[in-house]
């Protein structure tokens, strides 16, 4: 079974360009979830979809960030424009019926000069 | 700002040894969980413990929870270099509850 899958892997910007971030979650699962992770810190929840509909995105700073999952499948996040602080790395993480336990993906290492 | 804090933050210990972690947090919890994160990966989850549940085992993982004292401790026994990571405990998000991840124990295991 395929893990989560993300893409791209590393990500060198400017400040303020647009920059997409793209997760495909495990087959099946409907929750899926982005975090941003700082440097030596753990990940902030940035926002929750169940199937397509955002559930949670207190955390999500909407004035630069959007993130959509039109068909309840995978996921797009857009920081437009990036900030210097902007740079972390982002985690994309899904889980299935219950949704005690969250698999993640490998991470979209973002740096932005 | 992250409503668990994990101690030590870092952790140097030899190869066969125990490694202790601790977290603190300051909700309640239904269930309280451990995740792994290898330089550079993903996270992985290790072990669950309901609120309900004192202590857990996994192979060479331990468990304790303590919701009077809202505390959790993992005990990685007999120590590999493998185990190098930094471990995490969390909450689930889909519970209401805002724990979510705590800071994090970056453990490195000397061979």
């Known amino acids: 079974e395929a893990g989560v899958v993300q893409s791209p892997r590393y990500k060198i910007i400017e400040k303020k360009q647009p920059v997409a971030f793209w997760c495909n979650p495990i087959?099946?699962?409907?929750?899926l979830y982005w975090y941003r992770q700082n440097l030596g810190q753990g990940p902030e929840l940035l926002i929750r979809y169940e199937n397509e509909e955002a559930v949670d995105d207190s955390q999500l700073p909407k004035d630069r960030f959007s993130a959509e999952r039109l068909k309840g499948v995978d996921s797009t996040l857009k920081i437009q424009p990036a900030e210097l602080g902007d740079s972390a790395v982002y985690l994309c993480a899904s889980s299935g019926q219950g949704g005690e336990t969250q698999y993640f993906g490998p991470g979209t290492r973002l740096l932005v000069l | 700002s992250q409503q668990g804090e994990e101690d030590p933050q870092a952790l140097s210990i030899q190869e066969g040894e125990n490694a202790t972690m601790n977290c603190s947090y300051k909700?309640?919890?239904?269930?309280l969980q451990w995740y792994r994160q290898n330089s550079g990966r993903g996270l992985v989850h290790l072990i669950l413990i309901r609120s309900n549940e004192r202590e857990k085992h996994s192979g060479r993982l331990r468990v304790t929870l303590d919701t009077s004292k809202k505390s959790s401790s993992l005990l990685i026994t007999a120590s590999r270099a493998a185990d190098t990571a930094s471990y995490f405990c969390?909450?689930?998000?889909?519970?209401?509850?805002?724990?979510?991840f705590g800071t994090g124990t970056s453990l490195t295991v000397i061979p």
């Open positions: 087959s099946g699962h409907n929750t």
């Open positions: 909700t309640s919890i239904n269930n």
């Open positions: 969390a909450t689930p998000p889909n519970t209401g509850n805002q724990f979510y």
